[in-house]
Structures are given as C-alpha cells and as structure tokens.
C-alpha cells in the first residue's frame, strides 16, 4: 500500500513545477542580458564608426601638429578598446561549455582506447 506523504514533503508535480520555473526564470534572464548586450553592440558600432570618421578626417589633414597627432593616438586607443569591447563577451563560458566537456570526454576516451590498442599490439 502506497503510504499518504506529509504536507510538508513537495510532490513529483510541484518539484517539476519549481524547476520549470526556476528554468523559466534563468531564461528570461538570459534574455534580458542579451537584449543589454546587443543594445550594447549598436552603441560600441556607432561610436566606432564615429571615431573612424573623426580619425579618418584628422588623417587626411595635411599639417599634422603635435595636437592633431596627440588626439590621434587617442581615438586609435579608443577604437582599439572598442573593438576589444565588441569581440568580448560574444563567446561565453556558456557557449563553450557543452562542446568542450564533448572534447573532454571523447578526447579521454580516444586516448584509453590508443593506451589499449598500443598494449594489445605491442
């Protein structure tokens, strides 16, 4: 006979239900991190085609003063940092972490089988 459970043990259905939520909620999450990343990107993208612009425009100057080479540098740092910014975070531990425990486990798992297939034929 199947033994009734105390109120204060949650159920199969309820354990099931809190993990959908608590899913659910990491991916809205997830979600609302992306959308501030991607309103990230179109910022980072229009500053650096603005610095490009401006740098380009400073470049084809004829008389380079030392002010003109000084602001220069800077907005070739900035687009430099910029462009860091805009690589970063494109590839996350996430993203990288079901393809790299695969290479774990089968890279793993080809090395024993040539520790074995080298002990057999050797």
Same mark, same amino acid.
């Given at each position: 006979m199947k033994q009734p459970q105390k109120?204060? +043990?949650p159920s199969d259905e309820e354990n099931q239900e809190f993990d959908f939520e608590? +899913? /659910?909620l990491e991916v809205e999450r997830s979600l609302v991190a992306l959308k501030e990343r991607y309103k990230q990107i179109q910022r980072d993208r229009r500053k650096q085609i603005q610095l490009q612009y401006k740098f380009? +425009? /400073?470049h084809q100057n004829k008389?380079?003063?030392p002010e003109i080479k000084a602001e220069l540098r800077q907005i070739q740092q900035q687009l430099e940092v910029l462009e860091v910014c805009l690589e970063s975070q494109l590839f996350s531990w996430r993203s990288f972490k079901e393809p790299f425990w695969q290479a774990v486990?089968?890279?793993g798992l080809g090395v024993i089988i040539g520790w074995i297939l080298k002990s057999c034929g050797g």
């Open positions: 109120p204060s +043990e608590q +899913e /659910l380009n +425009e /400073l008389h380079h003063t486990r089968f890279g």
